[in-house]
């Protein structure tokens, strides 16, 4: 039976994050961008990652940040997998020899094998929701069929994923994983423990039908 991972991004509460790890999901992301409402302190990352059981994955996401700034966080927290959700190129992304998720928000225009090509170290393509004004965690959904049957990277799939769709995303699109933040909150980085439940039960029963 094929396996679809769970990253669920945007903590800002240790006791949310431990939920979500011991519920079963194989990653939690933190947001270092000013901007973002689910923005994390290096103090509070520090916090989060304390409380998270063995074997959980900790993702760390930039948007165009200082190399000052990233190194700063890598530095100071444990940090596994850098996400980067800007306009970062392939150079910026692998200059810190970690490795790297490479987001793009989608678009018709977006060419993602060409990309595949460009990020080819990346541990897999993250594919999000276009806004002008928002770089993630919009809670919008893109036109699935944007995304080529075939892909050179694994496909983490983003962007308007709830308890309610999830079943739809995996057998539509079939993604390597899922990422998911505002699906499970009832606020911008407030987290829900029964909509974590619920995300990650649909997961677990769809994998198991397909």
Partial sequence: MKRTRVKIC??????????????????????????????????????????????????????????????????????DVLQFHGDESAQECRR???????ALRMRPDVDILAL???????????????????????GEQFDWDLIPEHCNLPIILAGGLSAHNVRDAITHVKPYALDVSSGVETA?????NNKIAAFLTEVCLSDRNN
Avoid: C, M
């Fill in 10 to 79: 945007g903590f800002t509460s240790a006791d949310q994050a431990a939920y979500a790890a011991y519920a079963g999901a194989d990653a939690i992301g933190l947001v270092f961008y000013a901007a973002s409402p689910r923005n994390v302190s290096i103090a509070r990352a520090q916090e989060i990652i304390a409380a998270l059981p063995a074997f959980t994955t900790v993702v760390a996401l930039f948007v165009d940040a200082s190399e000052i700034q990233i190194r700063e966080v890598i530095g100071q927290v444990s940090i």
């Fill in 188 to 192: 911008k980085g407030i987290k829900d």
């Fill in 116 to 138: 595949t090509t460009e990020f080819h170290d990346a541990r897999g393509l993250l594919l999000d929701a276009y806004h002008t004004k928002a770089k993630g965690g919009t």
């Fill in 96 to 102: 810190y020899a970690k490795p790297y998720i490479k």
